[in-house]
């Protein structure tokens, strides 16, 4: 199984701040990483596939980077909504597995 | 637009099998994958698998001799099913459409959840 490592495990930051998310994965990926965003007792929501691409309707301060090994989540400016729980998944190959989460708290 | 609803008994006793459903609407279940995830209680999510409209499954190896899915068409519903549960099949399960552009996939539609706890 391909393991993939984030971090932070957590992270504190204000309203207005650019936060950066690592995802580093076992082996090489390619490009099959997606960003999810998760608030506790809602549906997990996709921000971003194929590492860089930005799901639709999904804010423009959302962005994603990397391939191969290693990738990050970049939100430019915090909003009060975007405090929630962000995890990595490769689809490079089954069984698809996902980062164990980084969860971004309000300072 | 799409949602997915999952279904099922929230308590299911050790040893049993637990029995989910999803029941798919705003969208034809066709020409898609449906696949399941779970979350235990302060952990990170865990892939279970995934079923093709035509029937085709792919599974977690780590489940694999206990998991089984499928699908009705006509209802736009699929389904779960993991067999011989113990206390450590207790989660948040989610079941979840992988949309493909390409060659890749990605989970862009899930449900909200439905927590099965594993107790006699």
């Known amino acids: 199984d391909i393991q993939m490592a984030q971090s932070p495990s957590s992270l504190s930051a204000s309203v207005g701040d650019r936060v950066t998310i690592t995802c580093r994965a076992s082996?090489?990926?390619?490009?099959?990483l997606s960003w999810y965003q998760h608030k506790p007792g809602r549906a997990p929501k996709l921000l971003i596939y194929?590492?860089?691409s930005l799901q639709s309707e999904v804010p423009s301060r959302f962005s994603g980077s990397g391939s191969g090994t290693d990738f990050t989540l970049t939100v430019s400016s915090l909003h009060p909504e975007d405090f929630a729980t962000y995890y990595c998944q490769q689809s490079y190959s089954t069984p698809y597995t996902f980062g164990q989460g980084t969860k971004l708290e309000i300072k | 637009q799409v949602r997915l609803q999952e279904s099922g008994p929230g308590l299911v006793k050790p040893s049993e099998t637990l029995s989910l459903t999803c029941t798919v609407s705003?969208?034809?279940?066709?020409?898609?994958?449906w696949n399941w995830i779970r979350q235990p209680a302060g952990k990170g999510l865990e892939w279970i698998g995934r079923i093709y409209t035509s029937g085709n499954t792919n599974y977690n190896p780590s489940l694999k001799s206990r998991v089984s899915m499928s699908v009705d068409r006509s209802k736009n519903q699929f389904f779960l099913n993991l067999r011989s549960v113990t206390a450590a099949d207790t989660a948040v399960y989610y079941c979840?459409?992988?949309?493909?552009?390409?060659?890749?996939?990605?989970?862009?539609?899930w449900g909200q959840g439905t927590l099965v706890t594993v107790s006699s």
């Open positions: 194929s590492a860089s």
């Open positions: 979840a459409r992988a949309y493909v552009s390409g060659s890749y996939d990605y989970f862009d539609s």
């Open positions: 082996q090489s990926v390619s490009s099959y």
């Open positions: 705003g969208a034809s279940i066709s020409s898609f994958y």
